[in-house]
Structures are given as C-alpha cells and as structure tokens.
C-alpha cells in the first residue's frame, strides 16, 4: 500500500484518466471491432471458441473471424509469421450431435482471400453446410 497521500492520489487520478480514456476508445471503436475476451491457452499459439454467427466467445492469438457464407469462417491468425501450411490445428463442434462434421483447410482458400495467415474452418454436413459453434487449437 503507498504510505504518502500525495502519491496515492495521483495514483488513483492517472487510474481514473486511464478508465476514462479506456471507455471512451471503447464506446468509439466498440460500433466496428468487439471487444474479445482473452482466452489462457498457455501452450497454444492460437485458441478461440467461436459462436455459430461468426462471433468470437474467447480467444487468444487470432484477430478476428468472419463469415463469408453459410457454414464456412475464416479464422485470421494474430502472428503475421505463422504460416498454417506449416501448422497443425484442431476444431471441435460445440454443442451439436454426431452427424454434423468440421473440416479446417491447412492451405490458403480463395473463399478467405488466399491468405497464408488465415484457416477456412468448414461446418455442417457435406452439401449441407451449417451455421455451429467450435472451437479451434493451434498449438
């Protein structure tokens, strides 16, 4: 605990400016981008658990997803270095029965722009492609 009144309150001060600043950027930037809640994967290089209308739940080392048609999400690396060509992902349906299946695309997809920093994760049965939440792991 700080001892001195003097540094106590300019400590609480440049807390509130801070807050202040903080729900202001948020309250401005908030309309474009949602504000992710951090996932903890301490031994992945990304995580997220997406919801089934493209939102992120949680996540850790992806910027964004998006959804570019039924079924189908394209899931942006944060880490500009990765390559997924190299890499090795999991995905999982989130609450859903047997039938309905995930694919995720190791190589760069025409339906996410052909970016090497990007997965297209497939949901759904073939030919029938569905809108369901997962999640995925890229350790």
Same mark, same amino acid.
């Given at each position: ?13 440049? %807390?509130?400016?801070?807050? !202040? &600043? ?10 474009? +981008?949602? #504000? /992710? @809640? *951090?996932?903890?994967?301490?031994? %992945?290089?990304?995580?997220? !658990? &997406? ?10 080392? +992806?910027? #964004? /997803? @998006? *959804? ?72």
């Amino acid at each position: 605990m700080l001892k001195n009144k003097k540094v106590r309150a300019s400590v609480w001060a440049g %807390a509130a400016v801070s807050l !202040v &600043v903080g729900v202001a950027w948020t309250g401005v930037a908030g309309a474009a +981008i949602q #504000a /992710v @809640t *951090k996932a903890t994967a301490p031994y %992945a290089q990304a995580a997220a !658990v &997406v919801n089934s209308d493209g939102s992120i739940n949680r996540a850790k080392g +992806i910027v #964004a /997803v @998006t *959804k570019p048609a039924v079924g189908k999400y394209c899931v942006e690396l944060e880490d500009k270095e990765l390559d997924i060509t190299r890499l090795v992902p999991s995905a999982t349906l989130q609450y859903t029965s047997f039938e309905y299946g995930i694919r995720v695309s190791m190589w760069p997809d025409p339906v996410c722009g052909t970016r090497k920093d990007t997965f297209l994760v497939i949901t759904g049965m073939p030919n029938k492609w569905e809108d369901r939440a997962f999640s995925i792991v890229v350790p």
